[in-house]
């Protein structure tokens, strides 16, 4: 499959792993949050924070969860694992909250991405399609210095929208809103880029989008689900040679 460029009039793009790197942003958040409550966080973290947060991602996407009751059970699961007794006794939600906190405030943007965004923003309208706490995705965009070239009114993240990426009726708002202000949009129009095959790319070719994978965790071509994607990449500013 191929990307049909002279069609493109619209680039939606991921946030976590596509543009602002969201595995360094928990593991700096989880960290600073410790430091509330008093215990250190230890390095390991992350070995047993990302299975567990994309176990939970998957159920949400499915619709077999939703992000109240992700948010709810998430860092008790990571304690038990962990075996934290500190974090044990301060409670997976009160952890939650601060963790939520800090994550709206923490910014580590992906290799290349704030370049590609200035890059599409001259030949596209860009939106963003995004799951998650629509504060804490605005606020992080902004600190990012995205936010100018994408703008509010593009911004579609799952808890403001009422519903979750990659259900059909997530697109259904994106495309509804898009449309008062660009007029009549064909989902062939509009090309998304991400990083979750499930959530991205499999979601949105279902739609009728074009498709672009970023392979943020290097799992190759011959990935499940790889084969819904128009064009491969393996870094951001890859994109640029195709759009």
Known sequence: MSLNVKDIRVIMLD???TLLDFNRCAVLSAKAAGEVFGFEVPDTLFQIFKPINDALWRDLEKGVLTSAELFDIRWQRIFETMGLEAGLK????AFEREFQKHLETVTEPIDGAL????YL???YTLSVASNGPYNQQV???ISAE???YIGVEHVFVS?????????????DVCFQRLSKTLGTLDPGEVCMIGDSLSADIIGAKEYGMQTIWYDHDRRGKDAEGAGAADLYVE???EIQHYL
Not at 161 to 166: A, H, I, L, M, N
């Open 139 to 141: 606020g992080r965009l």
């Open 146 to 148: 995205m936010m100018p």
């Open 90 to 93: 301060v409670g997976g939600k």
């Open 115 to 118: 370049e590609l965004v200035k």
């Open 121 to 123: 923003a001259g030949k």
């Open 15 to 17: 946030v976590d792993n």
């Open 235 to 237: 870094s951001l500013p």
């Open 159 to 171: 808890a403001e929208v009422g519903e979750t990426k990659p259900q059909k009726p997530f697109f």
